[in-house]
């Protein structure tokens, strides 16, 4: 069974930097996509970005140049670089890993708070 572990979340000030990380364990079979959502309070999941394990990428309307993603397939980790945060990014950021044989598979969370 896949476990996810998240790291790096914070508080940070507008403008600032934040970067996640996101380690996989417990797969014996490929992890095809691994990415970041976010969620706020009463609002719905939303895709931050997600990278396929070919390399490629697909991020979210909001994010506009400001994050990156990057990933270590030999490490089954994956990262995201987070700069130019708003107050409005403020959320509970989730890492997600979904392959073929492993379904869709959830971290537990990190928050991310940006203050005005």
């Known amino acids: 069974q896949v476990q996810l572990v998240e790291s790096g979340g914070g508080l940070v000030q507008a403008g600032g930097s934040l970067r996640l990380s996101c380690a996989a364990s417990?797969?014996?079979?490929?992890?095809?996509?691994m990415g970041w959502y976010r969620q706020a309070p009463g609002k719905q999941r939303e895709l931050a970005a997600v990278m396929s394990d070919s390399g490629s990428t697909n991020y979210g309307d909001f994010v506009k140049g400001r994050f990156t993603i990057a990933r270590d397939n030999a490490k089954n980790t994956v990262y995201l670089s987070m700069n130019s945060l708003k107050p409005e990014d403020t959320s509970i950021y989730y890492c997600?890993?979904?392959?073929?044989?492993?379904?869709?598979?959830w971290g537990q969370g990190t928050q991310v708070t940006v203050s005005s």
């Open positions: 997600y890993a979904g392959g073929r044989y492993i379904g869709n598979v």
């Open positions: 417990g797969s014996g079979f490929s992890i095809n996509a």
